[in-house]
């Protein structure tokens, strides 16, 4: 059903009252998901006015879209969307900064430890000399990342299992937020053998000191860039240091579409919402700022690649790394964040008297407040 944005509005209004863990009728399951559609619809047709104002955009076999030189893109990114997919290699508990849209929002303090001389690789734990016979009796994955906070608050611990890896083949992409690394800690980190390092220079605000370590990363692992979810901030002040970013000689910059969960979602409410798919929730901006920056790019022609790490890459991500698993047809792990839907927080969107659906029609008989009987 095409609802109209009042009846939308009425009908969420109402059910961000119910208390947690109340059902909803299956017509007002079908109110909830007809109102998600208006809402994506909207997004969607604005994202592709803003697409069509991009010259040269690409896609990776239709899986993502970028501009920039094809040799500049990420390989970890092509490992995640067409290789055997994103493993994760998962240490340090810890991490020196705050940011808003952390995914371990307010929980930093009290994240359990992986383990002293321990490894999550796959979700199992591994002694460091297990990696050995992890490596004989498994296929090689294309490529693996080293994530999960901040891994230079005990950098040293990754210089060995960054070399046994790099003795088998496997390309490796390490996140940072830059804050902590130094030329030393750097150097040796290309010496051990590490292909790509991800700064996440939304995480200090584009601080000068940061930018300067992408320069200095440059001099000694061969692929360097940022990866950071693309919000307002970071979008104005990327801006005021773009030519010291560019002076560093970097390869490319992922913006990720910012996507919530209960943790860090507090710290955007009021935003306007949608929701992808019934999956992933995010605020429309982020993706639209990520193509206006993709414009800017394509038009002052960046010698860089500038990767549309949204909500559908994500989405081909888990599709890619089902089939890579032998998973049934249509497999995936993409999903909500949340147990239960946040109703109130799509009340901004709907109360907004800019944002127009495409198409409105009057509800069917029987889907009206006080006819829904059962």
Request: glycine residues 8%; hydrophobic residues 40%; charged residues 25%.
């Amino acid at each position: 059903m095409k609802i109209s944005k009042k009846d939308a509005l009425a009908w969420f209004e109402f059910f961000a009252q119910l208390p947690a863990g109340e059902q909803l009728l299956v017509k007002q399951q079908e109110i909830v998901y007809a109102a998600f559609a208006q809402i994506e619809a909207v997004v969607i047709k604005r994202k592709e006015e803003l697409m069509a104002q991009i010259s040269g955009l690409k896609t990776l076999e239709n899986r993502t879209l970028f501009v920039g030189p094809d040799d500049k893109f990420p390989d970890g990114c092509r490992s995640c969307l067409l290789g055997s997919g994103l493993t994760a290699i998962r240490k340090t508990n810890k991490c020196n900064l705050q940011c808003r849209f952390c995914y371990n929002y307010g929980e930093l303090d009290a994240i359990e430890p992986v383990g002293e001389g321990i490894w999550v690789i796959g979700g199992t734990k591994f002694y460091e000399n297990d990696i050995d016979l992890l490596l004989e009796i498994h296929k090689k994955p294309t490529g693996v990342a080293y994530v999960y906070l901040e891994p230079f608050m005990e950098i040293e611990k990754y210089y060995n299992i960054i070399q046994k890896f790099n003795k088998a083949g496997i390309y490796q992409h390490l996140y940072t937020n830059g804050t902590l690394a130094t030329e030393t800690t750097l150097k040796a980190l290309g010496e051990a053998g590490l292909d790509e390092l991800r700064f996440n220079l939304g995480a200090s605000g584009c601080a000068d000191k940061v930018i300067e370590n992408i320069g200095i990363a440059k001099k000694y692992i061969k692929k360097v860039g940022i990866e950071t979810p693309m919000t307002n901030e970071f979008f104005e002040k990327f801006f005021v240091k773009k030519q010291a970013v560019f002076d560093t000689g970097l390869d490319f910059i992922n913006c990720a579409e910012l996507h919530l969960n209960p943790n860090n979602i507090e710290n955007y409410w009021g935003e306007k919402m949608y929701i992808a798919r019934h999956g992933y929730i995010s605020p429309i901006w982020s993706r639209e700022l990520t193509l206006r920056f993709m414009a800017a790019a394509a038009k002052e022609k960046w010698n860089l690649v500038v990767h549309d790490c949204s909500n559908d890459t994500k989405f081909a991500r888990d599709l890619n790394l089902g089939v890579k698993e032998g998973k049934w047809f249509g497999a995936s792990s993409y999903t909500s964040e949340f147990l239960e839907i946040p109703y109130a927080i799509f009340l901004p969107v709907l109360r907004d008297e800019e944002f127009h659906f495409l198409v409105e029609e009057e509800l069917p008989s029987g889907y009206k407040p006080g006819e829904m009987l059962f």
